[in-house]
């Protein structure tokens, strides 16, 4: 079992950045691949950027490529999401997501929400242009 905290998200202001946290409990973190996604309003829930147990491989949707930055620290059983030239339509609930994994591997594949063990419950990110 692993549960999922996110802290971070907040209302900032078009062009501006913020550090999305991912704080897992449990000793396994690291047999885990993460993955942020986000819903905004009305919409599915997409992904948004993964990273591999070990945090070799990471994967992002080509429109964040650039301008998000996944990371993670398995000492500290956490996983990051830096975020950076935000625009409007980047607001949504951001969330993070735990896939149990035997290799270390982030690519296409990893992005489904079906795929995904473990939830967190969500942050807010607002925009504001």
């Known amino acids: 079992q692993v549960q999922l905290v996110e802290s971070g998200g907040g209302l900032v202001q078009a062009g501006g950045s913020l550090r999305l946290s991912c704080a897992a409990s449990?000793?396994?973190?690291?047999?885990?691949?993460m993955g942020w996604f986000r819903q905004a309003p009305g919409k599915e829930r997409e992904f948004v950027a993964g990273?591999?147990?070990?945090?070799?491989?990471?994967y992002y949707v080509d429109s964040m490529k650039g301008r998000f930055t996944i990371s993670r620290d398995n000492a500290k059983n956490t996983v990051y999401l830096q975020m950076n030239s935000l625009k409007p339509e980047d607001t949504a609930v951001y969330y993070c997501?735990?896939?149990?994994?035997?290799?270390?591997?982030?690519?296409?594949?990893?992005?489904?929400?079906?795929?995904?063990?473990?939830w967190g419950q969500g942050t807010q990110v607002t925009v504001s242009s």
């Open positions: 997501a735990a896939k149990y994994t035997v290799g270390d591997s982030m690519n296409y594949y990893y992005t489904a929400v079906r795929g995904y063990d473990y």
């Open positions: 449990g000793r396994t973190f690291s047999t885990y691949a």
């Open positions: 990273i591999s147990r070990s945090g070799g491989r990471i």
